[in-house]
């Protein structure tokens, strides 16, 4: 069946742009988590949705940074004045439900690469 | 979560069984062992989890000790295409977000 997808895989951009970028999560799946992974460095947590609330905030790293959902189903991570720091692969995960017993299933992210 | 210790990285001669250990000894009663995998360029994968008993799926088979402080990944015939970074976690039961939190992970290279 069709897993997380998340478009585009691959996005190059010049420092103070704007970027937006997309995550379908896999059909049925109420929760959705965004996190970054920085070249060599483990997961960084962004933001956790359950349907189209956003109960967990903490891990963004900056008001440049949001994310919404609609629908229950597609989100964005949109990133507004875009810093070369903000270069990274961004992942989206996503379960059935919220809790520790439900895997997180992951998309295969977008390398964001800021000139 | 709880901290874990895996080996930095392990050998494993394809068609053989890959046994992939990991420590969780401060875990508590409520926390899963979760295992995921990342091939380079692509997203994690989810393996497997388990609590306290022992689980089997498609992909491989997680044995947790009695007191629950280790694990081991096992991986019945390996290929090629298992060589990638393997993450063993341990995931709290409560909270609202239950993020992941990866560690550094074990290197599997499986070689002819």
């Known amino acids: 069946g069709a897993g997380v997808s998340q478009s585009p895989s691959n996005k190059v951009t010049e420092k103070g742009k704007d970027v937006e970028l997309r995550c379908d999560p896999i059909s049925g799946h109420t929760a959705l988590y965004w996190y970054r992974q920085s070249l060599g460095q483990g997961l960084e947590f962004l933001i956790y949705?359950?349907?189209?609330?956003?109960?967990?905030k903490s891990g963004l790293p900056s008001d440049r940074f949001s994310a919404e959902r609609t629908g229950g189903s597609v989100s964005t991570l949109t990133i507004q004045r875009t810093q070369q720091e903000d270069s990274a692969v961004y992942l989206c995960?996503?379960?059935?439900?919220?809790?520790?017993?439900?895997?997180?299933?992951f998309g295969d992210g977008t390398r964001l690469s800021i000139l | 979560d709880a901290k874990t210790t895996q080996p930095t990285s392990m050998d494993c001669a394809e068609g053989r069984a890959a046994n992939l250990p990991c420590n969780h000894s401060?875990?508590?009663?409520?926390?899963?062992v979760y295992w995921y995998r990342q091939i380079h360029s692509q997203g994690p994968q989810y393996i497997i989890h388990g609590l306290k008993n022992n689980e089997t799926n498609e992909m491989a088979s997680l044995i947790i000790t009695e007191d629950r402080k280790s694990s081991t990944l096992i991986l019945p015939h390996a290929t090629l295409r298992d060589t990638a970074v393997y993450y063993c976690?341990?995931?709290?039961?409560?909270?609202?977000?239950?993020?992941?939190?990866f560690g550094t992970g074990t290197r599997l290279q499986v070689t002819l």
């Open positions: 976690i341990v995931r709290e039961g409560t909270g609202t977000a239950s993020k992941l939190t």
């Open positions: 949705f359950q349907g189209n609330s956003a109960p967990d």
């Open positions: 401060t875990i508590s009663g409520n926390e899963y």
């Open positions: 995960a996503s379960s059935l439900a919220q809790g520790y017993n439900q895997p997180q299933h």
